[in-house]
């Protein structure tokens, strides 16, 4: 019989800062793991954002098979985009998987957990839960439950905006300690209640700290000051990472004979320096159009009152049937060939006829066009410093493969671990890239990964993906592997007697595709999710 598996997610968890603070005995739980079990790099999907990332852990497969590519995402080819929820995962999910094959499982936190679905154990939901539901546990008796037991349960933590006071960070900062808190009460619940075969938890709260203070955390970061205040909050933050790694102790010391822990991160964090203006960048080479001048002060004029939209904010998208620009109506869709949407989404549409509802660009130049991009892009550089802006520039099949891949953006922008991030603000101003104040945090490419238990053999530093999670633990349940799947079982964590006793097997793949219909929210509840999504610096 195989052992059990608790597997750690840690949202944003960077190797980097990892190994930095372990080797200064800030964290001696992750550093005895460090020394006694087995760490590596997990490269993230493309893009390299939680939504994204999460499905493709929690399928083994890339985004153009389950086809989250994003926050909000299309469900035919230039359609209308919905919230990403468990119905928009489109293939056969981990706690599904291991519950039809008779395994016990629970889901702490999971992002893209809601709605919850039915398992053979738990699921409780996580990141793009919408606040003020009650819907988020399976057992749905659960919620009450964890209130009652605990005093409180919270499933996220109201986001501040870039930019805030310094006492409104400590509060956020408190807060989301006592999220933390919490939620490791709930596991050490859960687990007592349910004993499942694999447990899994996520943690948000390095990803959320670090979009705000990156710059208080990494020693290195270009543009960090030294302050009394920035202390203060290093020190709040500090209290939380301890947190977790006394949970990872507990965890790692609680193994029995045959169990694993597994601790991975969806994605990594660095320095934020520059950010570029996709939307102006098309304009300035004729790909994108704003209305003349004339039109442009009109409009001014018309929205005189209202404030004109904030830098960062902005993009294109698919609303009710229409492309619309979301700072107002800046762009002459009549004349515009590509464009880009959410930033997080690190992408460029072009505007295709037949295709999206206000297509110009024919099909028949579609390849031509977007070669055109492709390559003007890959040579963008900063006009300021000079310095590379894009470390590459990809055709979506370059990228994804699988059924969904249609509903895709055009065109994938790959940053690497350059200090660059993306606006897609579509107002006219003429600057391509600005400084941004400080140094904010923000996604990398390459998350962390970390295994000790009994049967990790020694051995070089991993160099895994994130599609590799959930192969590695089927294997690690004595589940055969669905072929459906991208990633593979992370096989040099076994001895070769391990592997000779417990061989990895596969199995046919199920090709279920569930039902791609969105949940309906209220208005209220995407409200709530666009705010959280905006404080990330996602919209
Ligand atoms: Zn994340």
């Not at 999460?54 to 989250?68: A, E, L, Y």
């Not at 960062?312 to 620009?325: K, N, R, V």
Request: net charge negative.
């Amino acid at each position: 019989m195989s052992g059990r598996v608790c597997t750690i997610g840690l949202d944003g968890a960077s190797l980097v800062l990892i190994r930095r603070w372990a080797g200064e005995g800030r964290l001696p739980g992750l550093a005895r793991i460090l020394a006694q079990g087995r760490a590596g790099t997990l490269h993230s999907t493309m893009p390299p954002f939680t939504a994204t990332a999460w499905s493709t852990i929690v399928t083994g497969t890339n985004p153009g098979k389950h086809g989250v590519f994003d926050f909000r995402i299309a469900t035919e080819p230039g359609g209308p985009k919905s919230y990403a929820n468990t119905r928009l995962i489109r293939q056969p999910k981990l706690w599904g998987l291991l519950s039809g094959a008779g395994r016990s499982v629970g889901f702490l936190n999971f992002p893209i957990g809601f709605p919850p679905e039915p398992v053979n154990g738990y699921l409780v939901s996580g990141f793009l839960t919408p606040r003020g539901t009650d819907n988020y546990t399976y057992p749905a008796s659960l919620g009450p439950e964890l209130h009652e037991t605990l005093g409180d349960y919270v499933i996220g933590v109201k986001l501040p905006k870039a930019g805030i006071g310094h006492e409104e960070g400590v509060a956020f900062l408190r807060a989301m300690d006592r999220q933390t808190e919490l939620r490791i009460q709930a596991y050490d619940y859960l687990e007592e209640r349910f004993q499942p075969d694999l447990h899994f938890v996520v943690f948000m709260a390095m990803d959320q700290v670090q979009h705000l203070y990156w710059k208080y955390l990494d020693e290195e970061a270009e543009g960090r000051a030294e302050s009394a205040e920035g202390n203060e909050l290093r020190a709040l933050m500090e209290k939380t990472f301890r947190r977790l790694d006394d949970f990872i102790a507990a965890r790692h010391d609680g193994l029995g004979e045959n169990d694993t822990l597994l601790i991975v991160s969806d994605h990594g964090f660095g320095n934020l320096r520059r950010r570029f203006f996709l939307n102006r960048w098309l304009a300035r080479h004729g790909w994108l159009k704003f209305y003349g001048t004339r039109v442009w002060g009109d409009r001014l004029r018309r929205q005189f009152g209202r404030p004109l939209p904030a830098e960062g904010s902005g993009g294109a998208e698919m609303i009710g049937g229409t492309l619309a620009d979301r700072s107002g109506r800046y762009i002459d869709w009549s004349r515009t060939v590509a464009y880009a949407s959410h930033p997080s989404e690190q992408a460029i549409y072009l505007n295709v006829a037949g295709r999206d509802p206000h297509g110009v660009l024919p099909e028949s130049d579609y390849q031509r066009v977007r070669e055109e991009i492709v390559t003007r892009l890959a040579m963008a550089t900063d006009p300021v410093t000079g310095a590379p802006l894009v470390r590459a520039v990809l055709p979506r099949e370059e990228v994804l493969s699988g059924p969904h891949t249609p509903c895709a953006p055009d065109i994938y922008i790959d940053f690497g671990d350059l200090p660059v991030t993306l606006s897609a603000n579509i107002t006219p101003h003429p600057a391509l890239v600005r400084t941004i104040p400080g140094a904010d945090g923000g996604h990398r490419p390459d998350g962390l990964v970390l295994a000790v238990g009994p049967r990790v053999a020694d051995g070089a530093d991993l160099d895994a993906h994130v599609q590799d999670v959930a192969p590695t633990l089927l294997h690690l349940l004595d589940e055969p592997v669905p072929n459906h799947m991208d990633g593979r079982v992370l096989t040099e964590l076994f001895s070769p007697a391990d592997l000779a006793r417990r061989p990895v097997r596969s199995v046919a793949g199920l090709d279920v595709e569930t039902s791609g219909t969105g949940v309906a929210m209220s208005a209220d509840e995407e409200h709530d999710l666009e705010e959280s999504l905006r404080a990330l610096g996602y919209l």
